[in-house]
């Protein structure tokens, strides 16, 4: 039986939303295998002088959790 569990994160980029999304991602890898899917919950933006300073998103990470063995 497989099962996927999913991690909640917050990641930012100071160029761009898919920046913001891939460093998330990045950062996901690292900690956890198998990630097979991600849900962007919430986008914003940090603004100061009339300027978007950082994007930043809200998302949900998914991956599947190894069988153990015996």
Do not use: C, H
């Not at 039986?1 to 891939?22: F, G, H, N, R, Y």
């Not at 295998?33 to 914003?44: A, F, M, P, Q, Y």
């Amino acid at each position: 039986m497989a099962v996927v569990k999913i991690m909640e994160l917050v990641s930012s980029s100071p160029t761009s939303w898919q920046d913001a999304v891939d460093n998330g991602i990045k950062r996901a890898v690292q900690t956890v295998r198998n990630v097979s899917g991600v849900d962007v919950l919430t986008w914003k933006v940090d603004v100061q002088n009339d300027k978007i300073t950082e994007y930043r998103v809200s998302m949900k990470v998914a991956f599947a959790v190894e069988e153990e063995s015996g």
